[in-house]
């Protein structure tokens, strides 16, 4: 599966910024897809998931600010970053949680490249 990310930036403070994340490749179904984020000198953190069938769980720091969503018809999976603080700023990285359609093979170790949000203050 291949996961590609858009939507970073620099945003003030306040602001909104929604990420889209596009998977593509075959002979696999995503069961899960979310965002995860790491700050410099951080540990990789979740920010929000959602099933297939629309289950979504949220980080702590996010709650009530992000929301994520989906559409299955296109494996995209969207995150939707409101009132940005500068302790958002981080590298934001996609991730799937696909089983093979081939072997039913399970796999939770899928990431996109990352795209950059930075909240200036």
Not at 25 to 43: D, E, H, T, V
Request: glycine letters at 10%; hydrophobic letters at 30%.
């Amino acid at each position: 599966v291949q996961l590609v990310e858009s939507g970073g930036g620099l945003v003030q403070a306040g602001g909104s910024l929604r990420l889209s994340c596009a998977a593509s490749g075959s002979l696999f179904s995503i069961i899960a897809m979310g965002w995860y984020r790491q700050a410099p000198g951080k540990q990789r953190e979740l920010v929000a998931t959602t099933t297939r069938s629309h289950v979504t769980k949220y980080g702590d720091s996010v709650k009530g600010r992000f929301t994520i969503s989906r559409d299955n018809a296109t494996n995209t999976v969207y995150l939707q970053m409101n009132s940005l603080t500068p302790e958002d700023t981080a590298v934001y990285y996609c991730n799937a949680d696909i089983i093979s359609t081939i072997d039913s093979t399970r796999s939770t170790d899928n990431w996109g490249q990352g795209t950059q949000v930075t909240v200036s203050s």
